[in-house]
């Protein structure tokens, strides 16, 4: 199984950016899938988690109606699309894939597999 994140870039405070994974390997609809981002010097934090349905999802407090995840099971992406991004959302963001498919799980460990991230900056 392979993950492929992309989307990232440079953009100022208020933007919008949208994230995409692409997974590759078993079907994708058999896993649920989650979004993490990193600043140097800390641990992945969980940002939103989708299962594999799209019927629940998850979201961190800090990204609550800023931040949509969703999935095309035909297109196996997954999308995370970012609104009125703050400096502080400035990180690298990894998609993960979960094989417990039926729930949105918030828990870095639980994932099974990792893409290599994208890096997203928000100037201020």
């Known amino acids: 199984v392979q993950l492929q994140a992309y989307g990232g870039g440079l953009v100022q405070a208020g933007s919008s950016l949208r994230l995409s994974c692409a997974v590759s390997g078993r079907t994708f609809s058999s896993y649920a899938m989650g979004w993490f981002r990193q600043v140097p010097g800390k641990g992945r934090e969980f940002v939103a988690a989708i299962n594999w349905s799209g019927g629940s999802t998850d979201y961190a407090d800090s990204v609550k109606g800023r931040f949509t995840i969703s999935r095309d099971n035909a297109k196996k992406l997954v999308y995370l699309q970012m609104s009125s991004l703050k400096p502080e959302d400035t990180a690298v963001y990894y998609c993960?894939?979960?094989?417990?498919?039926?729930?949105?799980?918030?828990?870095?460990?639980?994932?099974?597999?990792w893409g290599q991230g994208t890096q997203v900056t928000v100037s201020s």
């Open positions: 993960a894939a979960d094989l417990n498919r039926g729930a949105a799980r918030t828990t870095e460990g639980v994932y099974d597999y």
